[in-house]
Antibody, heavy 121, light 108 residues
């Protein structure tokens, strides 16, 4: 069965960096686009970034452009989110999600359990 | 950016009743690229509906979606105890892909 397991969250000071990882299993990782979606505590959902199956195409939400970078290693079946210049408003649970296709169609068929990133204000 | 508005904010119903949730977009959603998700406390969201009206794999047929352009609806025909949760709509017709603020369906 499809499994997405995020890791790398924690408490990080404003302005610092953090890298999230998502280990995928149960499907052919290299055939699907992947996304990060976040949810601030007690709030709604926000799409963060997307990457195509081969990693050639990347897309970002306006609030994270230039600070967060999505990448993938298809040999390791792993998705990443490099987070730089972190702000208090980046505090959220970050979910790794799988797209239905190889190019980002951008609805989210499978979700990981999420990893919490906390940036104190 | 397409802004999605969901109503009502909270829907208080009893098991067995019908739930009707609304999602309205600030602009027409291209190709009816509208999805619905269910989220329970402490859990990740679960995809229910994509393409405005197509049920995701394993979703019971008491869940149905319909609508077009700017007005979309999720209907739960007869609420089961496990259906009390928060429901989000999401458009994926245009980047950035945006979510509505959610409708909480709670037990009356």
């Amino acid at each position: 069965q499809v499994q997405l397991v995020e890791s790398g969250g924690g408490v990080v000071q404003p302005g610092k960096s953090l890298r999230l990882s998502c280990a995928a299993s149960g499907f052919r990782f290299s055939a699907y686009a992947m996304h990060w979606v976040r949810q601030a505590p007690g709030k709604g959902l926000e799409w963060v970034a997307a990457i195509s199956d081969d990693g050639d195409y990347k897309y970002y939400g306006d609030s994270v452009k230039g600070r967060l970078t999505i990448s993938r290693d298809n040999a390791k079946n792993t998705l990443y989110l490099q987070m730089n210049s972190l702000r208090a408003e980046d505090t959220a649970v970050y979910y790794c999600t799988r797209d239905p296709g190889g190019y980002p169609l951008a609805y989210f068929v499978y979700w990981g359990q999420g990893t919490l990133v906390t940036v104190p204000s | 950016e397409i802004v999605l508005t969901q109503s009502p904010g909270t829907l208080s119903l009893s098991p067995g009743e019908r739930a009707t949730l609304s999602c309205r977009a600030s602009q027409s959603v291209s190709r009816n690229y509208l999805a619905w998700y269910q989220q329970k406390p402490g859990q990740a969201p679960r995809l229910l509906i994509f393409g405005a009206s197509s049920r995701a794999t394993g979703i019971p047929d008491r869940f149905s979606g319909w609508g077009s352009e700017t007005d979309f609806t999720l209907t739960i025909s007869r609420l089961e105890p496990e259906d009390f949760a928060v429901y989000f709509c999401q458009q994926y017709g245009r980047s950035p892909f945006t979510f509505g603020p959610g409708t909480k369906v709670d037990i009356k």
